[in-house]
């Protein structure tokens, strides 16, 4: 059993900077593919970013790439989201997903965070 609790959210103006956080429980993180995935008000869950176990390879939804970088630390148990430059249409709930087999994907993971609600208003 792993759990997922991310930190970090919050409100911030336009442009401005938020690292969330996902700490993990469990011995076994590093051989888990980790993403980051939101849901906007009233919107369907979309993807962000993923993040595989041991090679740290990435990928990016094309609206937050160039923006949003994610890593991971292993030694910690914990994946970051670094998101710079917000814009309100980045206003979600942002949760983290772990997936042991297979791509995370936004409806198909083996464990979820609860969410932190991310802000972004003047």
């Known amino acids: 059993q792993v759990q997922l609790v991310e930190s970090g959210g919050g409100l911030v103006q336009p442009g401005g900077s938020l690292r969330l956080s996902c700490a993990a429980s469990?011995?076994?993180?590093?051989?888990?593919?980790m993403g980051w995935f939101r849901q906007p008000p009233g919107q369907e869950r979309e993807f962000v970013a993923i993040i595989t176990g041991n090679a740290g390879n990435t990928v990016y939804a094309d609206s937050v790439k160039g923006r949003f970088t994610i890593s991971r630390d292993n030694a910690k148990n914990t994946v970051y989201l670094q998101m710079n430059s917000l814009k309100p249409e980045d206003t979600a709930v942002y949760y983290c997903?772990?997936?042991?087999?297979?791509?995370?994907?936004?409806?198909?993971?083996?464990?979820w965070g609860q969410g932190t609600q991310v802000t972004v208003s003047s």
């Open positions: 997903a772990a997936r042991r087999f297979g791509v995370p994907s936004p409806y198909a993971n083996d464990y």
């Open positions: 469990g011995r076994t993180f590093s051989l888990y593919n």
